[in-house]
């Protein structure tokens, strides 16, 4: 039995889980840069990259003050190992092909959106004030990956079938998106994280409503769903990702500046 | 200088008299520094110079891409891989804006991007060289960047309109990016341990003469300046631009108390510049023609990109066509 977490390890718990979240999906579209479909999508994927990983820094930055062993932001992202990783398993799934990140964005942003909507009236100024800052940037992401979910999913037979593929090969790892655990419970009971009923029914709401304009198949409610982030259980994707991610500050323990 | 060699056609530069009076008026029109816009009447070698040039410049911007996404995973801060981010992304733009200034000219995207697949088409011979350590990510912003924009604050007064535009606003982004270099050589030159000072170093041993090189052939080699200059799609020589790019960067040097790797650099208290040594032009020749280390894996990558991109580009289309359809219909 785990000790229960005091009020501020509940809170900095939850911060991480953003940051990370964040942060993998952005090094996920890092790995496109010059890969893209078009040159207007190489300046978009960056674009939403970039603003992922802006918030991930204002949550670690706020983390670190929370932390008790005083450690920074870039030591909470670039010195954490995968187990002390918590960003939601979706977000470390591969590339795969542009339907796969595409529908891999989509499920995020949408669960990012109301995530934000909930977090920009809570009773912390910080928390407030960084949510509503990136609600303005997840607002734009979510309008572009679901514009592209129903452009694949209704365009030509072969982007249709390849969506269909992506939509369901992914949901697996959405149940996580709307599975609270105990942090997030309590947490959401001070208005310090989303109610959790209302962000599985805005969830599920809106991603039939995009999948069904897309001509998409509606995924199975009772599916199967992996669960695990919020114990630092990953798949075996996230500990490759942080080898290249973390590997200067890993290799040049000594350097203090970079 | 993204644009290397730029083919224009003319073994010579007519006179005045010599032109037609269409060619005439459009002279006179350069020789006075009016912009040339994409509706008035141009010499076809002029367009087609233009269109090379101009699509050399925007494939470097993305192929440019590539060296800098060999590192945006691995940047070693939030900080710094932001802004490598930022970076790339404004790249994308330019390359996007360049395409665009190039399509004003009447050529299309697609086929210029399928000449540079095909190895007809140029970039800049820099990225031709590989990213190897971090620090590469100071050196490319420091010395490239700032080699670009010493051939292009001189572009933003090309002859051609959108071109000249084009360059305006990718100047001040250049300028930025070029600044973050350098910072990111400093601070490890500074604060940094031995092993990051090692880094630099090799850093700029590496990438010293292709940066030199980006300028192009020396002016007695460079059988197209004297057309591109007439038309003012260049303004200054290869040799004075590269010139003046050394000039302003060895005293940056020093600053940061690195060495360049030419035993012959020193200033010449007689001329007002620094001499430097020869450049190995085999080389250069060789980068050029697709041999240097890693000509071969840049364009497939873009390839590959593209090629697989098909099936998502022609899906958009559909999806937009069918749209259009909807909207026709329900009028």
Not at chain 1, 30 to 59: F, I, S, T, Y
Request: proline residues 4%; contains cysteine.
């Amino acid at each position: 039995m785990t000790k229960a977490l005091t009020q501020q390890q509940a809170l900095q718990e939850y911060l991480l889980r953003l940051a990370d979240s964040n942060l993998i999906i952005s090094q996920r579209l890092c790995e496109l840069c010059g890969k893209a479909p078009a040159v207007e999508e190489e300046m978009a994927l960056m674009n939403v990259a970039l603003d992922l990983v802006g918030q991930a820094r204002n949550w670690y930055e706020y983390a670190a003050d929370l932390d008790e062993a005083k450690r920074d932001a870039d030591t909470l992202a670039f010195r954490r190992d995968a187990h002390d990783y918590r960003n939601l398993l979706l977000t470390e799934q591969p590339n795969g092909d542009y339907a796969e990140t595409m529908a891999r964005q989509f499920y995020f942003d949408v669960w990012h959106y109301f995530t934000l909507l909930s977090l920009i009236d809570a009773p912390d100024e910080r928390i407030a004030g960084i949510a509503a800052k990136a609600l303005k940037e997840v607002t734009y992401h979510l309008r572009r990956s679901s514009a592209w979910v129903k452009r694949l999913g209704d365009g030509t037979e072969e982007s249709h079938q390849r969506m269909e593929v992506a939509v369901e090969s992914l949901w697996r790892f959405t149940g996580e998106l709307i599975t609270p655990d105990q942090v997030e419970l309590d947490l959401a009971a001070k208005g310090l994280a989303p109610n959790p009923e209302q962000l599985a029914a805005d969830w599920k709401g809106m991603v039939k409503e995009v999948l069904t304009e897309a001509t998409l198949s509606l995924q199975d409610d009772d599916a199967w769903m992996h669960l695990g982030s919020k114990k630092g259980i990953h798949t075996e994707h996230l500990g490759l990702i942080l080898a290249e991610m973390q590997f200067l500050q890993r290799a040049y323990p000594d350097a203090k500046t970079w | 200088m993204y644009a290397q060699l730029v083919e224009t056609g003319s073994k010579r530069v007519k006179t005045l008299e010599e032109m037609s009076p269409e060619e005439r008026t459009f002279q006179e029109k350069v020789d006075a520094e009016i912009k040339i816009e994409p509706k008035n009447w141009m010499p076809d070698a002029y367009r087609k110079t233009l269109v090379r040039q101009i699509s050399q410049h925007a494939h470097s911007e993305v192929v440019g891409m590539l060296p800098e996404g060999n590192w945006v995973t691995r940047a070693p801060t939030l900080k710094r891989k932001l802004q490598l981010m930022a970076k790339i992304q404004d790249e994308a733009g330019h390359g996007l804006y360049l395409y665009s200034a190039m399509e004003t000219l009447g050529a299309s995207r697609d086929e210029e991007i399928e000449k540079l697949h095909q190895g007809k088409a140029k970039y800049s011979s820099i990225f031709n060289y590989p990213t190897l350590n971090w620090s590469d990510m100071g050196a490319v912003g420091w010395l490239v960047d700032g080699a670009a924009i010493v051939n292009q604050v001189v572009l933003q007064r090309t002859s051609y309109g959108p071109y000249s535009r084009a360059m305006v606003r990718i100047c001040k982004e250049e300028s930025f990016h070029q600044r973050q270099g350098y910072q990111i050589l400093l601070d490890m030159m500074r604060e940094g341990t031995e092993e990051q000072k090692a880094m630099v170093q090799d850093s700029i041993n590496r990438l010293w003469w292709p940066a030199l090189m980006m300028f192009g052939p020396s002016d007695e080699d460079s059988p197209n300046s004297q057309q591109s200059m007439a038309w003012k799609i260049k303004r200054k020589s290869n040799d004075e631009l590269r010139q003046m790019f050394i000039d302003q960067t060895v005293p940056q040097l020093e600053f940061l108390g690195c060495t360049a790797p030419d035993p012959d650099l020193k200033w010449n208290e007689e001329t007002g510049h620094y001499d430097f040594g020869e450049i190995d032009w085999s080389e250069f020749y060789e980068v050029l023609k697709g041999n240097g280390p890693c000509n071969r894996e840049r364009i497939a990558t873009r390839k590959k990109a593209i090629d697989e991109g098909t099936w998502v580009r022609q899906a958009a289309k559909a999806y937009a066509d069918k749209k259009q359809q909807k909207q026709r219909d329900a009028a």
